[in-house]
């Protein structure tokens, strides 16, 4: 049997395969330990994480939408020390990659984690900048070239991880902000995280979750995500992680196709816990039938019309 | 992916929009006990991503079923699937309710589509005094009576319009007849569960509650499920649906 090559390599942190599990929805691995063998994932994005634990938002946290959901979560975690001592001892037994999505108020707090991670063994931080369910810090960041290179910056001074940076649709130029985290020295960026949206009960004339807005993921928006990375691939060098709404292969590939190295899947997890497995193994039948000896040959491969 | 194949071997309507399907899936019938629940896909294209949660209503050898009422866009179209038709169920998930020999007189009180669950932990229960409350609507929408009868000592009825058994809510005519039960197994709608929870807890009475919840993943992996106990956020596809009443329903008693 031909070999193939799914092996890439993202700021110096090499992943089995391009397949990541996205933060938020495959909490520390441990549940989808029981359906998917864990070690066959090139990476995990965990659970979204604070400087002191959160409890999160009132429920209900979850709507479901046409081909998607709002989630209102409100980034709630651990904290980062328990995720330290109790999680890190957990993922190092496997061999993917962990990346930890680090979620701040200030850029103390993004700064006072990177130096409480620089002492594991985590592989990678994943800055996020644009979780849209929280009053204070990330978003706010994420919405402005100056605050998405200010927070870059502090952490990439001190961190001796390699940083990539999460992230939001929720602006007019995707492109400039991406630019703008290169400029700053991240080391890669990761898109997109959710579209904040509504979903309203007309019975009640009140939101359908309790924090009024959340966040839009899933198969709808997959369409935006893929351009948005196509945007994005244009306009700056360093590696970019796509997600938006994966529900298979075919799905993938449109994102490593527009430029994504690796992809992260999210929400279709909860459809389909076998999903991450699953597409790592088609790929692999994929790239043998088609003749691509290394995924790296795909990766912004996309021909333009006209 | 077989393992998450159940073939539909019957399907009834038990009331106009109340349907029963006895499922074949040897794991998922080995696996499950009251109280517990399964997640199904509804429809086959991406228009619905989320799947529904559904209580288990009984199991042996390498059948269970489940009933579910037609709500929404979901049990709409799981409602089109027929005998013989393969499902994609995932489970049997959650903590369902836990037992005791040392029981000597327990009570079990359902209202609407919770009755499910404590239909089946009535009948799997068994060596002690049993009584059995049901809450419905209305008389239409009465299910499942008939056969639990030989299954209890007491089956107490109550439909909110007095068009059979006692008239009103199946709280009231609990409250009337409440005894020195070792333990009440409940699941109905919230604010019934409230108040027979806060009802039991003020006379020291031992019991179980099964809390709903909007979910995403089922497994306890995207949180969305949380809910308030005494031991700080729990998520109730995961830590419950089943909880210790001393630990729910908390917020303004202190
Ligand atoms: C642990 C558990 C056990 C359950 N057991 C049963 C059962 O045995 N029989 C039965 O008929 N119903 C049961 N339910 C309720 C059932 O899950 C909902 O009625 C169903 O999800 C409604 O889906 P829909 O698409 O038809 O309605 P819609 O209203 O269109 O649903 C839209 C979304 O809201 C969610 N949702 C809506 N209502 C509820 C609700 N009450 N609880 C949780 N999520 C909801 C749906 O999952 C879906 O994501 C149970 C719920 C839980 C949490
Ligand atoms: C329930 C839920 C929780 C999430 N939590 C986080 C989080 O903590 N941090 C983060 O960066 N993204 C979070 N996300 C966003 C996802 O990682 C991802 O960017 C987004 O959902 C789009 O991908 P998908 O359509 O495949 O889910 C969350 C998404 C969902 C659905
Ligand atoms: S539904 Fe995902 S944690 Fe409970």
């Known amino acids: ?306 | 992916m077989n393992l998450l194949k159940s073939k539909i071997i019957e399907k009834k309507m038990l009331t106009h929009d109340n349907i029963r399907l006895v499922l074949e899936n040897k794991e998922i019938a080995g696996k499950s006990y009251p109280g517990v629940f399964v997640n199904v896909r509804c429809c086959h294209s991406d228009e619905l991503i989320l799947r529904r949660p559904i209580s288990v209503l009984d199991a042996y050898e390498d059948r269970y079923e489940i009933v579910f009422k037609v709500m929404g866009k979901g049990t709409e179209r799981l409602a089109y699937f027929e005998t013989g038709d393969l499902l994609d169920v995932l489970g049997p998930l959650g903590k369902g309710f836990t037992f005791s020999q040392n029981y000597r007189k327990v009570a079990f009180i359902g209202g609407g589509i919770g009755i499910f669950p404590v239909v089946y932990a009535a009948k799997q229960f068994h060596g002690c005094q049993k009584d059995f409350f049901a809450g419905f609507k209305t008389k239409e929408e009465i299910m499942l009576m008939e056969s639990l009868k030989q299954h209890v000592d007491h089956l107490y009825l109550s439909t909110d319009d007095g068009s059979e058994g006692y008239p009103g809510f199946i709280t009231d005519l609990f409250m009337e007849k409440m005894t020195d039960y070792d333990m009440v197994y409940i699941c109905g709608p919230a604010v019934m569960e409230e108040k027979i929870v806060k009802t039991l807890r003020k006379n020291k009475i031992k019991g179980q509650v099964s809390l709903e919840e909007r979910m995403g993943c089922g497994i306890g992996a995207c949180l969305v499920c949380a809910c308030k106990t005494s031991h700080g956020i729990r998520h109730v596809c995961k830590d419950g649906p089943v909880f210790d009443i001393e630990d729910v329903f908390i917020e303004d008693e202190k």
């Not at chain 1, 990678?124 to 919405?143: A, R, W, Y």
């Not at chain 1, 709808?220 to 938006?244: F, K, L, N, S, T």
């Open chain 1, 1 to 306: 049997m031909k070999h193939v090559n799914t092996s890439v390599n993202i700021a110096g942190v090499t992943f089995s395969n391009p397949v990541i599990a996205a933060s938020g929805t495959y909490g520390f691995g441990r549940e989808y330990g029981n359906y998917v063998d864990l070690n066959k994932l090139g990476g995990i994005s965990v659970k979204g994480l604070t400087l002191l634990p959160r409890e999160g938002n009132m429920p209900p946290r979850i709507a479901e939408t046409p081909s998607g959901m709002l989630n209102s979560v409100g980034l709630e975690n651990p904290g980062v020390e328990r995720f330290i001592s109790d999680e890190i001892p957990f993922l190092s037994q496997y061999d993917l990659k962990t990346i930890v999505n680090v979620a701040g108020n200030s850029i103390e707090d993004y700064v006072n984690m990177t130096l409480k991670l620089n002492e594991t063994s985590v592989d990678m931080l994943e800055i996020n900048l644009s979780c849209p369910n929280v009053k204070h810090g990330c978003v706010s960041f994420g919405v402005s070239e100056q605050g998405v290179y200010e927070v870059t910056k502090a952490v990439k001074e001190v961190s001796k991880k390699p940083v990539i940076i999460k992230l939001t649709p929720n602006v007019t130029s995707i492109a400039s902000i991406a630019y703008k985290a290169q400029d700053a020295g991240a080391d890669g960026v990761s898109l997109i995280n959710t579209i904040t949206g509504m979903k309203i009960n007309v019975k009640t004339r009140r939101p359908v979750l309790y924090n009024n807005t959340g966040g839009l993921s899933g198969p709808a928006i997959r369409p935006i995500a893929v351009r948005m990375v196509h945007e994005v691939y244009q306009a700056i060098d360093i590696p970019i992680i796509g997600m938006g709404g994966i529900t298979c292969l075919s799905d993938a590939l449109e994102f490593i196709i527009a430029g994504a190295s690796a992809v992260m899947i999210g929400t279709y997890n909860f459809m389909n816990p076998y999903l991450c497995e699953q597409i790592v193994i088609d790929l692999i039948d994929y790239m043998k039938h088609n003749n691509i000896d290394n995924i790296k040959e795909m990766v912004g491969s996309l021909r333009l019309n006209g």
